[in-house]
């Protein structure tokens, strides 16, 4: 440690000078003198001790301080005093004065007269004193009699120095920062690494043992790779680690030399930095049953509802009185569990006694103060009803606590308080499930209702914990229980579509009969016309996209895109032609005609008279051949600008990004962007602000992500993987470059591409190669690492500024339904082999999608969107089938995964199940352009009989219908009744059935055949 710079010195000299001079909270004294005692190895850490360190920076062992008013005195060994020659000399305070008084530790009497001289002349008729602390050295007696000689009063204002040094400066607060920051990675990279792998590998291992490595990392951060200089940090108190049912969360507990147990662990630890303190507090559940979850959720609600009160101004006695009435009204049989102390003020001391936050406490909160806030109840009751469905050390619990705690510092005004220790404190977080259950036990309990995302995201997580791959379907999910499970949702499915649907045909044709056309409306009159315009001439616009052909002495004008193609015939001796080609009714759709233009035709086709073809000849062959090169030339820029204008139709303006000021932005470097900017390759950096995303190029490109306008965050961690991803599906595609994307990823490559193989044999023991995958082992893990860190760091930038992704988590006692960014993990466990593009890939469903991220293009299906799912070439003989994919909007082509291995079917329809979307399977594959037509256009698709009032398939079910149909006549094609007769009868039906197919054929040639 070192002296402060002079400018803090006398900032905090005059700060308290000032408060002195008031005289109203300080018992009217008028001086206070405050004396050191000299070090030992027994001495604890005093309010003296935090007087010389807030004014001084170090504590001037055996010296003596008295702060008068206009002057500050010190009394030390010149060696002392010649070290605060320096803050004598640069700086000073108008109407302040520092003087340093020599004393030899020799000479007692010249100690006595110094102290009986200032104390006369200076200290004044009430001296204020620390009277709680016993001191021992020659200054503090000296001083007793010096004050006892001049008859002054000796005040205590032990509480009241502690009072003014609770409010904290910008040098102090920054401190407190550092010291906040090195328990949050303490706690993460040490306690909670320790505790998984001791879950991970069974290992058996004390309380005391983790709190003596917790502690040793307080000591040395370096171990959990800080870099700081040696002697700046070290642990407030020994860490507390708690298990297996003996829990206390007052600040006094201790570490036992128990066996840690797999149930409900807390830990507590503090680092002092600078002799600045912070603390928190966490509780780690294991195997958790339903009761702990709802109490730790109450916990939460119950820390935010005591955060909300500790503003400037308001009582420090206000939090308990919160928390009280919050129970008593919410919950009031958890009253009894609370403690009565609620946290208390932090500073140089650890514990500042006078602002301990209970319900007796009237002083007020201040801006700057740090406090230590600390949530919990103590010892809950865990009865044998609620522990029925627990798995592991949980079972063997009767009681157990909870306990949060967290540095605080209070803000001005109405801002709400900061949360310097940024450690997470949601129950995903907090809670491991390290004993697998059966699919029943997941089951919600009757009488209990979850949201549709509690369900699927259950669902989904136990299923990928538990399906086993090489098993078909789970014990007590049998393919009749399933069968049963989709007629239901088929029935349901109905039931919903009949009602929609009637209001959706309705809505249907409101709309179309209001939908209207725009027409091509260039010039208003003939006035407009080109001033230029020749009479007698093919003429192009280039501006107003027109083409005025001459027709009997008059100019026609003719829009570029009701031009279909314009042809320069072979010339003759005597002439040079013009062919121009229009679009007419009754034409086969071209892709070069524009939406608009096609429409346009079909409204006015059945009332209006089109020109089909025009031929010009003329004899100056150089106008009609610059004519030509005109068109062609308008042509293709009305088709690039008809592109770009189709590109960027559904583009929405971005808001602009606000970068974030007020603390350190989370950062990742030499990320891979797909889509690519430019270029074969597009490397940066990716930043989270305040409202989105910044991902700035090598090159400077710059590409903005909205939090508002993503609609789905995935992240992929690198396992059996060459990358390590997040991806985003936005709500709204923005410009990547010059093409518009709805998907964003970033990337890092764990392994090359290209790997150099030696032609030599290598053994399976060469040190080498083993090196060589154990550093790829540590690269996976670390990249993992950094991006789950970054993940949860943009989670907590997001859910800090209020901008919120689709994700919807609830509580049954909260108030409110807060939407937080979260990204989901593809489920490996439940992927399949595909091919949804060109190639086969491993496609892995989410809590809400189907995705592919690795190969591009990317593959991502939201599932509310998925109407249906059939499965096509579903036979005992293939190998393989088809996944078609069924979406909402009729109006999309079904999606396809073609060769999915058979094996994999019963594990596909048991997740399809699970996430309550219908499936039907068949032998034949479908033409669904034509099936879709034949959907669409059916207003009774959802309904048992058609228009006729014929029984017929409802729904979907006519997949499921027509496969039965045909195999039943499989079935009924025995030989029975075989005769060699039979073969010359069938063969003469068969040529008959030919010749009428063939028939048919040319009648109806144009019509696209539905394999049904």
Known sequence: MSLLVPQTF??????????????ECWNDVDSIAVPIDPPSEDAAFTKSSAFFIHLFGLELHDSLAMLCKGALHVLATDEKCAMLKALQEEGQSAGLKFQLHRVCKDNHESTHAILAKLVKSQAGRKIGCLEKIQFQSTLALALNKAIQSAGAECIDVTSVLGMALSVKDGHALATFRKAAVVTHKILKHSFVRLLEDAFDQAKSITHEEIATHVDECCEHPSKVNIKSPQGHYES???????????????????????????????????????????NMARTFFVDPVESVRLNYSILLELRRECLAVMLAGRCVGSVAETANRFIRQRCPHLLKFLPKNFGFGLGLDFRESSLIMNAKNQRKFAQNMVFNLAIGFHDLELTDMQKADAQGSIRKLSKYSMLIADTVLIQSGDEPPDIVTKHSVEWKDVSYF???????????????????EQVESQSAIMSSRLRERSKACAPDRSSLARNEKQAELMQQKLSVKRSEKSSAWSQQGQLSSRADILEVDVYQSAGEYPRDLPSSEVYVDMQGQVLFAPINGSQVPFHISMIKNAVQPDPDRTATYLRLNFFTPGQTASKDIAPATSKLIEQHGHNSMFIKEMLYRSRESQRLTAAHRMIQELRKRFRQHAAKAAEEADLIPQEKLVK????????MADLTMRPFISGKKTTGTLEAHTNGLRFTSKKHEIVDIMYGNIKHSLFQPCENEVMVLIHFYLKNPVLVGRKKSQNVQFLTEVVDASVALDSARRSMYDPDELDEEQRERQLRKKLNEMFKEFCKKMER?????????????????????ISQIRFDIPYRDLGFHGVPNREMVLIQPTVRCLVNLTETPFFLVELDRVEHIHFERCTFRSKNFDMIIILQNFDVLPLSINAVPMNELDAI?????????????????????????????????????????????????????DDNHDGNEEEDDGDEDYSAGDDDDEDEDEEDEDEEEDDEEDVNGDDDEVGV
């Open 10 to 23: 006398w900032d905090r000299l005059s700060l308290l000078h000032d408060s002195l001079a008031t005289g």
């Open 236 to 278: 407030c108190y020994f860490p507390i680690v708690q298990s297996g049912g003996k829990y206390d969360i007052r600040p006094s507990a201790s570490t036992n030399g128990e066996t840690l147990s797999d149930d409900v662990i807390i830990i507590s630890l503090g680092v002092r930095y600078n002799f600045h303190c912070a």
């Open 434 to 452: 390290i004993n697998e259950k059966n699919d029943k036990d997941i089951m919600p309990p009757q009488g209990k209702h979850y949201t549709p």
């Open 660 to 667: 974030m000021r007020d603390q350190r932005i989370p950062r």
């Open 797 to 817: 930038v997001a859910k800090h500024h209020r901008f919120h992704l689709e994700y919807h988590e609830s509580t049954k006692i909260s108030s409110q339904n």
């Open 909 to 961: 329809q048991e997740w399809l199940t699970d996430c309550s979307i219908t499936y039907t399977a068949g032998q034949a594959s479908m033409s669904w352009k034509s099936v879709m037509n034949l959907v669409k256009g059916d207003p009774r698709f959802y309904e048992e009989t058609d228009e006729h009032g014929e029984s017929k398939p409802a729904g979907w079910q006519f997949l499921q219908a």
